[in-house]
């Protein structure tokens, strides 16, 4: 089940990252590497942002574990579902209210000019976040039920709305598209909705609505889910501070640091997110049933896998890279000198899949035993790192120096993980025979 439902998470993230490389290499030939390139990517980075922090990473992290354990499940999923909902709906309407300061908060090397162009985008943009909450939540109770596909394909949604947005738009003027670019993320975040909705009701899951509370499983969720925030925002906080140092840079490091950040994303959802994604809700439920050896089989099976595809992976794109990326995106308004740029930044990223990778993996046996405020503070330690090496870096390297501090942060983190877990017991995983 473990290898089939990987392969079921891997195959929908490959279509889903074909698409998404179609709609980059048309973002790149259409807006080029530029300040309306730039500003796009800062109005989608900050609900990008919230979305992997309290929908995909934490809010998973959390619920899964809790609802394995609750005893009334319909009554504590639906109070979840309302309460988060209503909050991201409102904090959605301040965040238009006040799109103008958002955006001197998060860009603010931008000048005035820039920021009055970028602002009308955040606001839209931001309402994506409530959509996709949506569809997380119901994308973990079909991962409950070990149905993987609907939540990986459905990401592909999201990418044909922008191929579209961008199609329609393209003989218009640059700043007009990217509303257009804008609106297509919404047009997407619908979609997606829709896709779950109908995978739910064929799994009969859609009973998810009661007024009835379940006040101490809530309780002990919403603790859970708080330290697992503070530990999933630590590394999209970090690519979120490598846009806000480069906005300080030449014009264009902010789409280069996209650009290689998309490649380097590929092989880590690919690869990592896709098994990380299948085997938590299988460790979650072997620890719940007190069978830590099921645990500990499947989390060596999915190391010794993960490993060897990361170390060709890492291997094939720190040598092609500059191959890679005129590959991709070398055409239209995106020259042989964005490649040189983009491709440096790209080895600096892939040094680091290794490390991220593996620590994804034994970061679920963490969560598994509910211990989200352990890996909050390893995350919040790497965290800490990455700002020093950021800001030790950024001067002589420029962007690759941001790219080559996340990096390091990432063997941190990957350090911290396996001390948490135990070294010992981490070397005696792959001596066990009886774990074969």
């Known amino acids: 089940m473990l290898i089939k439902s990987i392969f079921t998470n891997s195959s929908g993230i490959l279509v889903s990252r074909i698409l998404g490389f179609i709609r980059d290499l048309l973002t790149a030939s259409i807006l080029g590497a530029n300040i309306y390139s730039d500003i796009f990517f800062v109005a989608f980075k900050l609900p990008n942002l919230f ?8 809010f998973t992290q959390a619920f899964i574990p809790a609802y394995a354990k609750s005893k009334r499940k319909i ?27 958002v955006t001197k908060v998060i860009a603010v090397g931008f000048d005035a000019k820039t920021i009055d162009l ?17 569809v997380t939540f119901m994308a973990a109770l079909l991962q409950y039920k070990h149905h993987f596909a609907t939540t990986a394909y459905s990401t592909a949604l999201l990418n044909l709305a922008l191929i579209a947005a961008l199609l329609i738009s393209k003989d218009f003027e640059k700043y007009e598209i990217t509303y257009y670019l804008s609106y297509g993320v919404i047009v997407g975040g619908i979609l997606q909705v829709l896709a779950h909705l109908y995978a739910i009701k064929n799994k009969n899951l859609l009973k998810i609505f009661t007024f009835r509370r379940e006040k101490k499983r809530e309780s002990s969720f919403y603790k859970r889910f708080f330290e697992a925030t503070l530990g999933s925002s630590t590394s999209h906080i970090s690519a979120f501070l490598d846009t806000w140092l480069a906005s300080f840079l030449v014009s264009g490091s902010i ?11 590929l092989p880590l959802a690919l690869f990592a997110i896709a098994t990380s994604i299948a085997l938590f ?44 990326i005129w590959l991709l995106f070398q055409r239209g308004a995106f020259d042989a000198v964005d490649t040189q740029n983009t491709a440096l930044i790209l080895s600096m990223y892939l040094i680091g899949l290794l490390p991220f990778g593996l620590a ?11 211990k989200q405020f352990i890996a909050a503070k390893i995350s919040m330690k790497a965290l800490a790192w990455n700002i020093v090496f950021s800001l030790a870096f950024i001067i002589p390297f420029e962007a690759a120096g941001l790219a080559f501090a996340s990096t390091l942060s990432g063997f941190i983190l990957f ?9 010992q017991k981490f070397i005696n995983l792959f001596k066990n025979k009886s774990l074969i």
């Open 51 to 58: 979305r992997r922090i309290f929908a995909e990473g934490a």
């Open 75 to 101: 009554r504590f999923s639906s109070m979840v579902f309302l309460q988060l909902l209503g909050f991201l709906i409102v904090l959605s309407l301040l965040v238009s209210l006040f799109s103008t300061l």
């Open 118 to 134: 970028a602002a009308p985008l955040v606001a839209i943009n931001f309402y994506y976040l409530p959509l996709i909450f949506i």
């Open 255 to 265: 789409s280069y640091l996209y650009y290689a950040n998309r490649v380097f994303q």
């Open 281 to 324: 809700p299988m460790i979650a439920k072997a620890i719940k049933n007190k069978d830590e050896q099921r645990a500990l089989y499947l989390l060596r099976k999915s190391t010794i896998i993960l490993f060897s595809i990361l170390s060709i992976s890492t291997a094939i794109g720190i040598i092609f890279d500059d191959f890679i």
């Open 360 to 370: 994804k993996i034994f970061s679920l046996w963490l969560y598994s035993y509910e």
């Open 415 to 423: 350090y911290l993980t396996i001390k948490e877990f135990g070294l």
